[in-house]
């Protein structure tokens, strides 16, 4: 039975089985594209004894197809039901499915065009075969043409080894099938939190390990492709990308959706060790490097401009693992070409904001499921609850650490002014840990900086610490039993401090 919707390789194939003596049987477009090849076929009718009806929506399901594929060879029962029936049994199935993918990624697709590709008989069929495969062979890859025809040149019949792992292969296709409808239907009706949740994913490289050497990895991208994403970036040069390279690219290109100037993120670690926003990408990048010159050796950077020559001899000088940004002028790919193990990528920058999927983490027994942080707070409903306002060029300067800050592993500070950060502390287990880090990090400039804070100090030890050590603003959600004790160390510094009212924890 051969009934394809892509048709790739598909007349060699059935010239294949034809010389071996399999007797074909077709539907559709895929018999007329046999026939005018001059390949003998029969019609599905002329075993069913019925016609193709409404619209082809019905053709295969039926008795003298599925006896035909699920009969046990075996058993003296099944053999007497398909003689006394004139069953004909099916050695062979090879079907691909209705493009429903490529349907529901039309950007002008209706629900009823959605709904009319979405396949029946052809995953009817693949199951059944692959059910039998103690007997049948069900083929849904093109690429497994050529592994059938060898095995019957040599063998007159296919492994059952083979056999299992094609039937496996069938299962795996039409679950990510069914799962892609059920997420197509679920975003149609609006269920927000379904009883089940039905993922699909397309394996995209094969990783030489994980984490760790001796920890095994593959990278899987989603079945409908998000532009703005690691998983469809374009590499133009440099080793392959690794199991650790791909988090960070990942982490540092969602820091990266907070800002709309020219801004060169550099990340390590999941962390990102310096911003910098400038009127020019030369700019921004000088402000991001040195906001932390030691952390960015090993880094990953994204810029959110074409990288020019002057940008891409600047980073050429140091040990860089990626780069990666809309676009590369000849001139600098030249220079950083130079380089055989720097990672060159481009990723589609025009659809940085649109609406973000789910975010998905793993857990013992189970995953986590939520709406990705990426809350666009209006300012107008941020709160100075000290004596003392903030400055205009402070206010700025709070509007830029509060947007990194979302990004740093909690507990999480930020220093910075108004286009670069100055120090950052990451992932203390206590609040003025990380505060004190920041400072460090920062050393003189943290007199001429303003801090963020990811959520609410619970102490005024922080407060303290970083008056006493020249910050005159800070930004924080507030939320407190506390807060209070807090705004009280402000006023005795006489440090402004600003209420967001939202949270952002990143473990």
């Given at each position: 039975m051969l009934s394809v919707s892509d048709k790739k390789g598909i007349v060699t194939f059935a010239k294949g089985l034809l010389s071996m003596g399999v007797e074909i049987i077709s539907t559709g477009g895929t018999k007329k594209v046999l026939d005018e090849a001059g390949i003998s076929t029969v019609a599905i009718e002329?075993?069913?004894?019925?016609?193709?009806?409404?619209?082809?929506?019905?053709k295969t399901l039926h008795p003298k197809i599925h006896g035909g594929l699920l009969a046990c060879r075996e058993l003296a029962s099944h053999r007497e039901a398909m003689n006394s029936l004139n069953i004909l049994p099916i050695d062979f199935v090879c079907v691909n499915l209705y493009p429903f993918k490529k349907t529901i990624m039309k950007s002008d697709v209706g629900e009823k065009e959605a709904i009319e590709n979405i396949d029946i008989g052809g995953p009817s069929m693949l199951r059944s075969a692959a059910k039998n495969h103690?007997?049948?062979?069900?083929?849904?890859?093109?690429?497994?043409?050529?592994?059938?025809?060898?095995?019957?040149?040599?063998?007159?019949?296919?492994?059952?080894?083979?056999?299992?792992?094609?039937?496996?292969?069938?299962?795996?296709?039409?679950?990510?099938?069914?799962?892609?409808?059920?997420?197509?239907?679920?975003?149609?009706?609006?269920?927000?939190?379904?009883?089940?949740l039905t993922l699909t994913y397309e394996r995209k490289q094969a990783l030489r390990y994980g984490e760790n050497s001796h920890q095994q990895a593959a990278f899987y991208q989603a079945a409908?492709?998000?532009?703005?994403?690691?998983?469809?970036?374009?590499?133009?040069?440099?080793?392959?990308?690794?199991?650790?390279?791909?988090?960070?690219?990942?982490?540092?290109l969602r820091v990266m959706k907070e800002y709309q100037k020219p801004t060169v993120v550099a990340l390590k670690h999941m962390n990102p060790c310096g911003i910098g926003s400038a009127e020019t990408i030369f700019a921004a990048w000088q402000a991001a490097y040195e906001a932390d010159p030691v952390s960015i050796f090993g880094g990953i950077i994204v810029l959110n401009r074409e990288v020019d020559l002057a940008t891409a001899k600047e980073m050429h000088n140091l040990f860089l693992e990626i780069i990666i940004a809309p676009s590369y002028s000849s001139e600098s790919l030249e220079v950083l070409k130079t380089k055989n193990n720097l990672r060159l990528l481009t990723v589609d920058f025009s659809s940085l904001l649109k609406q973000p999927s789910e975010d998905i983490v793993s857990v013992l027994g189970g995953v986590l499921v939520q709406q990705q942080d990426t809350s666009m707070e209006d300012e107008n409903k941020w709160q100075v609850v000290t004596e003392r306002q903030p400055t205009a060029e402070e206010m700025a300067a709070l509007t830029f650490a509060w947007k990194a800050v979302k990004h740093v592993k909690s507990n999480a500070i930020v220093l910075s002014n108004q286009y670069q950060t100055l120090g950052i502390g990451a992932g203390q287990m206590n609040r003025v840990g990380s505060v004190k880090i920041a400072?460090?990090?920062?050393?003189?400039?943290?007199?001429?900086?303003?801090?963020?804070?990811?959520?609410?100090?619970?102490?005024?030890?922080?407060?303290?610490?970083?008056?006493?050590?020249?910050?005159?603003?800070?930004?924080?959600?507030?939320?407190?039993?506390?807060?209070?004790?807090?705004?009280?160390?402000?006023?005795?510094?006489?440090v402004a401090m600003v209420f967001t009212n939202v949270r952002h924890f990143k473990h």
């Open positions: 002329e075993i069913t004894g019925f016609p193709e009806m409404m619209d082809g929506r019905v103690e007997f049948v062979t069900a083929i849904v890859d093109p690429k497994d043409y050529t592994l059938v025809l060898e095995e019957l040149k040599e063998q007159g019949a296919t492994s059952l080894e083979t056999r299992r792992k094609l039937a496996a292969k069938v299962f795996r296709h039409t679950a990510a099938y069914d799962a892609l409808i059920a997420q197509y239907l679920t975003e149609q009706v609006k269920e927000e939190k379904p009883e089940k409908l492709p998000e532009s703005y994403s690691i998983a469809q970036a374009k590499q133009l040069h440099g080793k392959e990308l690794s199991f650790n390279n791909i988090r960070d690219a990942d982490a540092a400072i460090e990090q920062a050393g003189e400039k943290a007199n001429e900086a303003v801090l963020a804070s990811d959520a609410y100090f619970p102490m005024d030890d922080s407060v303290e610490y970083a008056a006493k050590h020249g910050i005159k603003a800070i930004i924080q959600p507030g939320g407190s039993i506390k807060d209070q004790t807090s705004i009280d160390m402000a006023n005795k510094y006489g």
